[in-house]
């Protein structure tokens, strides 16, 4: 029997000091003592999502990435919103999840933190359900003007922001506890 529930995040930004690799750090001090807790940080080396190479043997780069998310009880993807919706290569980092199915009703929770970020969290939604992903109610949270409630050091200064994250992650693991995957 596992002893802990295993969560990695994504973030949809390869900025290393974007609004949502913060955020995706924030998270850290929340998660309970039960969770191994796992960023992923190699969106950006993901190949161009190619249909003719997502075969029984695709590149390196996404074999490990999806090994990462099937060992995974729960999933948070955190990102941006760029031109009015997701970001590329979040986008194409969803792409290699098609055919695979590492998020099939897994339990997955959205951060979108950005300036707005109304239309990349409904995209992201929109594109996690093509996935048969778990977005579970309450499962969803939307952090506009993000870069206005991070201090120096990437934490959130605003009670309310941190109260939704602690929220956000009680939702998921009481979600995974009811999948029963742990």
């Given at each position: 029997?596992?002893?802990k ?19 995706l750090?924030s998270?850290?001090k929340?998660?309970p003592?039960s969770?191994?807790?796992?960023i992923?940080?190699?969106?950006e ?8 190479l ?12 999806r090994?990462?998310l099937s060992?995974?009880d729960?999933?948070?993807?955190c990102t ?5 919706g ?6 194409n980092?969803l ?7 590492e998020?099939?009703t ?15 969290h ?5 594109n996690?359900?093509?996935?048969n992903a ?16 991070l ?6 200064v ?5 109260s ?5 992650i009680s939702?998921?693991?009481e ?8």
């Amino acid at each position: 029997m596992k002893t802990k529930i295993n969560i990695v995040a994504l973030s949809g930004s390869s900025r290393k000091k974007s609004s949502t690799q913060k955020a995706l750090n924030s998270l850290k001090k929340f998660m309970p003592d039960s969770v191994e807790y796992e960023i992923y940080n190699g969106i950006e080396k993901l190949p161009h999502f190619n249909r003719d190479l997502d075969n029984d043997k695709p590149p390196v780069e996404v074999q490990v990435y999806r090994e990462l998310l099937s060992r995974a009880d729960g999933v948070i993807i955190c990102t941006p919103e760029y031109i009015k919706g997701v970001p590329g290569v979040l986008k194409n980092a969803l792409e290699w999840l098609v055919s695979s199915a590492e998020l099939y009703t897994k339990p997955v929770a959205v951060i979108t933190a950005s300036c707005d970020g109304e239309n990349a969290h409904q995209a992201l939604q929109l594109n996690l359900s093509m996935l048969n992903a778990n977005v579970f109610d309450g499962g969803a949270l939307l952090i506009s003007g993000a870069n206005n409630k991070l201090n120096e050091d990437g934490e959130f200064v605003k009670n309310e922001v941190n109260s939704s994250l602690k929220l956000l992650i009680s939702k998921l693991l009481e979600e995974v506890n009811k999948k029963g995957s742990f």
